[in-house]
């Protein structure tokens, strides 16, 4: 990452070949990563981060290649998706905060993807949304979990992983969640808690691969293909423990607010 000037004027200075070099940069690190972890490099996917950037961020690491962003609020979320759409490389757009139920009809119309169904009614008024768009074909979700005990973190409880007492109340909402026609459960999600040292995020994301393997032979005709899970500090960890799908903004962006 090119050096960060902390100064109030960065965002204005911050211009289209540092967000360049940076794209590149956490790029490079991802193919690193995965070739350490003897993976090939294509099957992860690098989701840029862009809540709290403006327009013009996201359309300066979309012409630097990026093809997927995620947003944390549907409000926000819709002035960029709005903005972008129609241009030649609009990139794909993944929900990763969580969702209101209220606010599930807007996400459905407007997300490629949502990583963070966190309850069985959420589904249901998803499912309910999109169904309402005959044009639009079942929505991809991602099942968020909380392996990790924070209480400050949503998704579904499941403290341990696949040791854990929630597990069979899991198994009952996954179930649940696979008989709506109009979503299609692509896999988990989950934030690890923060830490300075980002081996300490190793034991989450095993746990949540682990989960992952376990639900593959539960649920056979559910994908389960991806593994959202990996920010700035940790991404790395993530892909060594398997992850498909790494959320990264501060590395590319620099930090919010
Ligand atoms: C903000 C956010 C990220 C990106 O975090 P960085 O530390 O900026 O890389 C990833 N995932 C979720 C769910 C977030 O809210």
């Known amino acids: 990452m090119v050096p960060w000037n902390d100064s109030k004027d960065s965002k204005a200075w911050l211009g289209d070949a540092l967000l360049a070099a940076n794209v590149a940069a956490v790029q490079a ?43 944390n609020r549907v409000q926000e979320a819709e002035a960029k998706i709005t903005a972008l759409r129609g241009q030649a490389h609009a990139p794909q757009w993944h929900l990763i905060g969580h969702l209101q139920r209220n606010k599930a009809r807007r996400a459905a119309m407007l997300f490629d993807y949502i990583h963070s169904l966190d309850s069985v009614a959420l589904a249901h008024a998803l499912n309910r949304a999109r169904a309402e768009q005959p044009d639009m074909p079942p929505l991809p979700v991602l099942l968020q979990v909380n392996v990790s005990g924070e ?37 988990l999600m989950t934030i690890a808690p923060y830490s300075p040292d980002p081996e300490q995020a190793r034991p989450i994301f095993r746990q949540v691969r682990l989960l992952r393997e376990h639900l593959r032979e539960a649920f056979p005709q559910l994908e389960w293909a991806q593994l959202s899970m990996g920010m700035s500090d940790d991404f790395e960890v993530a892909i060594a423990e398997g992850a498909t799908m790494v959320r990264v903004g501060r590395a590319i962006f620099g930090e919010r607010g």
């Open 151 to 187: 209480a400050s973190k949503s998704g579904f409880i499941l403290y341990g992983g696949t040791a854990s007492p929630q597990l069979p109340d899991f198994h009952a909402a996954v179930a649940a969640i696979s008989r709506l026609p109009h979503l299609t459960v692509q896999g």
């Open 29 to 71: 690190r991802i193919v690193a990563a995965a070739h350490r972890a003897e993976r090939d490099p294509r099957e992860v996917c690098l989701i840029a981060v862009t809540k709290t950037h403006p327009v013009a961020w996201v359309q300066h690491v979309v012409a630097a290649g990026v093809t997927h962003c995620g947003e």
